[in-house]
């Protein structure tokens, strides 16, 4: 089975993002925008990786800009908001749609998982969140209001680590 992060990425600090530095993790894949009122789930995305980042797992941010118009910024303005704001760590990547003609492949294949109710389909606002098993297989969907430090979710990612 291939896996969604086998679609090329941009880093977004620019050039390709080192998808074989996330091979054979549990990657929880989010899409980002820093003035949206779920931004403050960067908090619980920082701590989802300080917790877990040693034991094979990351998170991926995507920031974009489709819900609102809620990440504006260059990738250099996102990069400084989110060190500087969040303390962030993990490896994100250059704006991406994640809806319409324009969506990035990544998301072509993660939005065809469906939510805890059976739905699948377009990304409905930001900080909605994938969880990607360590052979690529997405496990798990979240919508925005489930935050990083929801049991379920957490469970989840803890499943997916090496014992």
Known sequence: ????????????????????????????????????????????????????GDRGFTVLGVPCNQFAGQEPGTEEEIAEYCSATWGTTFP??????????GR????ATLTQAPDADGAAGDVAWNFEKFLLAPDGRVVGRWRSRTTPQDPALRAAVEAQLPA
């Open 92 to 101: 994100m990547t250059a704006k991406a749609d994640v809806n319409g003609a």
């Open 1 to 52: 089975m291939t896996s969604p992060l086998d679609t090329p990425l941009t880093a977004l600090t620019g050039g390709p993002l080192d998808t074989a530095a996330l091979a054979g993790k549990a990657v929880l894949v989010v899409n980002v925008a820093s003035r949206c009122g779920f931004t403050p789930q960067y908090e619980g995305l920082e701590e989802l990786q300080r917790e877990y």
């Open 104 to 107: 990035h492949p990544l998301y």
